[in-house]
């Protein structure tokens, strides 16, 4: 959450678990019901408040939860094939979600109905962020490329920005001034959010750099690698 008071894992093994974040004791499991229940689950946020969870997963469906007391809230969101990024929006109405049907989809909270896109990419969507201000949308894609989307209009803005392999995670610091990629082949960039220019070199890892976040100062980058390993930049 982003008070730091708790926070959501997703295992292999498709169990996914609210810890208290302080004491760092798990507090529940939120159940996905039937078969579907082993399914891994990729696509995992909390709500702006707290007070909702989104996963989404290899079992192709996108749920939203209570995170106070682990139940589920409304319908099930189907995609055509796994998900693997889902988001809230910043003013938490709005989930977003990335998958290997090529396309990012928006939902109601509320109503857990589609409310525009697709945005439809050439190969799968590997990740979607929204601004922190909630005017635009970067998605990351199979073909290496990331793409900024109006979030009002959902048109394309400008040219894709070539990166030098499969797109795993697109992180903003908080103030909105900065976001930073993460690919297949190890390589973090971070990027100018106004003008889509490179700030500073690459960071470079060994095998790929699977997840990427700022420090809430925006001072200093964690990255986490593919094997098992997070270094703080």
Not at 126 to 137: E, L, M, N
Not at 207 to 229: E, N, W, Y
Request: with cysteine; proline share 6%.
């Amino acid at each position: 959450t982003r008070d730091g008071s708790r926070a959501l894992t997703a295992a292999n093994d498709g169990r996914l678990t609210v810890w208290n974040a302080g004491m760092v004791e798990p507090l529940f499991d939120l159940e996905v019901p039937g078969e579907n229940r082993r399914a891994r689950q990729r696509g995992i946020d909390f709500s702006p408040d707290g007070t909702l969870a989104v996963t989404g997963g290899l079992d192709q469906t996108l749920r939203i939860w209570n995170a106070i007391t682990g139940e589920p809230i409304g319908e099930p969101m189907p995609h055509r094939r796994a998900i693997d990024c889902a988001v809230f929006s910043p003013d938490g109405k709005i989930v977003a979600s990335a998958g290997r049907d090529t396309s990012v989809r928006f939902w109601s909270v509320e109503t857990q109905k589609e409310i525009a896109g697709p945005l439809q990419h050439p190969m799968p969507a590997g990740w979607v962020a929204f601004t922190p201000d909630g005017r635009g949308i970067l998605t990351g894609c199979w073909d290496q490329k990331v793409r900024l989307w109006d979030a009002r209009s959902y048109e394309p803005i400008g040219w894709p920005l070539n990166l030098d392999g499969v797109v795993h995670c697109i992180s903003f610091s908080r103030d909105g001034r900065f976001f930073a990629t993460s690919t297949s082949k190890g390589t973090v960039q971070i990027w100018d959010a106004k003008t889509l220019a490179p700030v500073g070199g690459e960071y470079q890892h060994a095998g790929d750099a699977m997840q990427v976040c700022f420090s809430p100062d925006g001072a200093r980058l964690a990255v986490a690698t593919c094997f098992d390993s997070i270094r703080v930049w």
